[in-house]
C-alpha cells in the first residue's frame, strides 16, 4: 500500500497558489523577468536583510518550476530559476498581467470566508458575512490595504480584457453616450475613447472609487449606487458587474439600467464569464474549469454566481428587456447585448 495514492495530492493544492503569491509578492519574478538566477542571487536583489532565509525562496521556487511558473536548470550544482511563459504573466508590465488576480484571490480577506463553506451549506448563511460580520464590498471601502489589493487586481483585469473587448465587439460604432457601470477608475472608457473618440463616457461607481478616477478627456466620472440610480445614456455596459450579486440584486440593477436608456435603441452591454449550457458550450475543459472556480469565488465571497447564457437571458426579459443576444465569446469573456 503506498503512503500516497494519485489524486491524494488534492487536499495539498491550496499551496501552490499561495506559494505562487509570496513570489508575486516579493517581486522575486521580475527579479528573473531577464537573467537566470539562484535563489540566492535573487535574495539578495529583493532584501538586504541578513537573516534572509534562501532555503525558502529556492524550496518555494522548485515547486513552481513543476508546475511551469519558473523554468528550473541546475549549474555547476546551483539550481538556477528563470522566467517562463506562464511567470511572465505574474509580472508587472505584461498585457495579460495576473498578478493582481494572485495578490486579491490569496488576501487572507478572500481566503478567510473559505472555512465558513461548510457551514454556510449547512445552514445557508453567507461564508463572507460569517467570515467578516459584513459584505465584500463594504470591507472594499474601510481596509485600505485590501482595496489596494482589489485594484490592482480590477485594473490587471482591465488591461486583459480591453484588449479583447475591442478586438471583438464592434458596436460600440454606434454608441453616443456610454454608461460604465461599476466601472472602478475609468480604465475601461479611456480604452475604448482611444479607438471610439466620439463616444462620451461616464464613468460611475461608488464615490470612494471614482474619487481615484483617471482624469481623461471626454470620460466624466459620477459617485452613486447603482442600487439607487443609473446616470442616463445610450447604452450602459456592466463589465464583471452581475456576477457579484445574487438574482435580487442583479433584477434591481438591470431594472436600473431599464429606466436609464432611452425608449428605443438603448441596449446593456454584458461582459462575463459563461457557464455551459445548451446556448453555449466551454471551449475547453480550462474554460469550463476557469468558469466554475469563479463561480466558487463569487459563492463565497460575494453570494453572487457566474451564470448561463439562459440565466442572463431570464434577469433581462424579467426587468423588461425584449431581445438578449450573445455576441462574441473569446479568451472566456462572453460579450451579451440586453436590447430594449
Ligand atoms: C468586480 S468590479 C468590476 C470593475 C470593472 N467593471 C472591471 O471589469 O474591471 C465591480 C465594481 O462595482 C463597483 N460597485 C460595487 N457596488 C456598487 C454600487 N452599489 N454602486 C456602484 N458601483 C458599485 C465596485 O466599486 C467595483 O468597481
Avoid at 303 to 310: H, I, L, P, S, V
Wanted: aromatic residues 8%; contains cysteine.
Amino acid at each position: 500500500m503506498a503512503a500516497f495514492a494519485p489524486g491524494e495530492e488534492l487536499v495539498l493544492y491550496a499551496t501552490i497558489p499561495l506559494a505562487l503569491n509570496a513570489v508575486v509578492k516579493l517581486g522575486a519574478l521580475d527579479e528573473i523577468a531577464d537573467s537566470v538566477l539562484s535563489a540566492s542571487e535573487i535574495v539578495s536583489r529583493i532584501t538586504n536583510n541578513p537573516s534572509a532565509n534562501v532555503a525558502f525562496l529556492d524550496r518555494t521556487l522548485r515547486v513552481l518550476a513543476t508546475y511551469g511558473v519558473v523554468n528550473e536548470t541546475v549549474v555547476q550544482g546551483e539550481r538556477k530559476y528563470g522566467l517562463s511563459e506562464i511567470g511572465k504573466r505574474f509580472s508587472p508590465g505584461t498585457k495579460l498581467a495576473a498578478r493582481g488576480l494572485s495578490v486579491m484571490c490569496n488576501h487572507r480577506i478572500f481566503l478567510k470566508p473559505f472555512e465558513h463553506l461548510a457551514e454556510g451549506i449547512l445552514d445557508g448563511g453567507e461564508p463572507f458575512r460569517k467570515a467578516h460580520g459584513k459584505t465584500a464590498y463594504e470591507l472594499v471601502a474601510e481596509e485600505p490595504e485590501f482595496n489596494n489589493s482589489f485594484n490592482l487586481c480590477m485594473a490587471d483585469h482591465s488591461k486583459r480584457s480591453s484588449a479583447v473587448l475591442l478586438d471583438c465587439y464592434k458596436g460600440f460604432a454606434s454608441i453616443k453616450t456610454l454608461v460604465d457601470v461599476g466601472g472602478g477608475n475609468g480604465a475601461l472608457l479611456c480604452d475604448i475613447r482611444t479607438r471610439y473618440p466620439h463616444i462620451k463616457g461616464i464613468n460611475f461607481d461608488q464615490p470612494h472609487v471614482v474619487s481615484q478616477g483617471i482624469a481623461s478627456e471626454g470620460v466624466e466620472h459620477a459617485g452613486g449606487d447603482m442600487f439607487g440610480s443609473i446616470p442616463q445614456g445610450d447604452s450602459i455596459m456592466l463589465k464583471w458587474i452581475l456576477h457579484n450579486w445574487n438574482d435580487e440584486q442583479c433584477l434591481k440593477i438591470l431594472q436600473n439600467c431599464y429606466k436609464s436608456l432611452p425608449a428605443q435603441g438603448g441596449k446593456v452591454i454584458v461582459v462575463e464569464v459563461l457557464l455551459p449550457s445548451e446556448a453555449y458550450q466551454a471551449a475547453s475543459e480550462f474554460e469550463l474549469r476557469i468558469g466554475l472556480l469563479l463561480d466558487l469565488v463569487m459563492m463565497v465571497n460575494f453570494n453572487g454566481k457566474e451564470r448561463t447564457f439562459e440565466e442572463y437571458q431570464a434577469l433581462a426579459e424579467q426587468a423588461g428587456f425584449n431581445k438578449v443576444h450573445l455576441v462574441n465569446v473569446s479568451n472566456g469573456l462572453a460579450i451579451l447585448e440586453f436590447h430594449k
